[in-house]
T-cell receptor, first 117, second 111 residues
């Protein structure tokens, strides 16, 4: 079953409004989570690294005031797209690394399809 | 030069044949390598991970890693139409936890 749960799976919002996306690790603690964005027919682009109890680390070119990240607990990170515009329409995916026997593997949430109209 | 490069395809393979997917990376310090499968509209699903040189087999899938040549490949034997998807190569370097993805190869298995 899923080890990382992301909600909602699909959201349509009006321009200028804000949208919150949640990402939960289900049976493990994740001090770090990653937020990606994927445009059609393109690969995943890392937006930011979410750190539990501290500020997120944003990749170059990603506006931290537009994409607010909160990692308030060891199992939950949220991404809020503020003042959304049509160009923010995309597939947003979270990921959490889980340490197995000796190695760490990344598991992805189901993704959120955001459409801004 | 991109950090992780894949041929975007599309790669078309007849059902039952072997599909071969390739990936090269630029950071010699990379230590962990992953193949993900992504169906249209869905999030990536981990298929294989490989950490040392050589081959690693899991069912119909074989991952191959050659650190000296900085490439990693994925072989899919007895290809099935359900294998049709985009395959993403991902690399993790050093102590960092984040993954760097290639652009993905779109694979189509023809019945």
């Amino acid at each position: 079953g899923a080890v990382v749960s992301q909600h909602p799976s699909r959201v349509i919002c009006k321009s200028g409004t804000s949208v919150k996306i949640e990402c939960r690790s289900l049976d493990f603690q994740a001090t770090t989570m990653f937020w990606y964005r994927q445009f059609p027919k393109q690969s995943l682009m890392l937006m930011a690294t979410s750190n539990e109890g501290s500020k997120a680390t944003y990749e170059q070119g990603v506006e931290k005031d537009k994409f607010l990240i909160n990692h308030a607990s060891l199992t939950l990170s949220t991404l809020t797209v503020t003042s959304a515009h049509p160009e923010d329409s995309s597939f947003y995916i979270c990921s959490a690394p889980r340490r197995g026997t000796g190695n760490t593997e990344a598991f992805f949430g189901q993704g959120t399809r955001l459409t801004v109209v | 030069q991109k950090e992780v490069e894949q041929n975007s395809g599309p790669l078309s393979v007849p059902e039952g044949a072997i599909a071969s997917l390739n990936c090269t990376y630029s950071d010699r310090g990379s230590q962990s390598f992953f193949w993900y499968r992504q169906y249209s509209g869905k999030s990536p699903e981990l298929i294989m991970s490989i950490y040392s040189n050589g081959d690693k087999e899991d069912g119909r899938f074989t991952a191959q890693l050659n650190k000296a040549s900085q490439y990693v490949s994925l072989l899919i034997r007895d290809s099935q139409p359900s294998d049709s998807a985009t395959y993403l190569c991902a690399v993790r370097s050093g102590g960092a936890q984040k993954l760097v993805f290639g652009q993905g190869t779109r694979l189509t298995i023809n019945p």
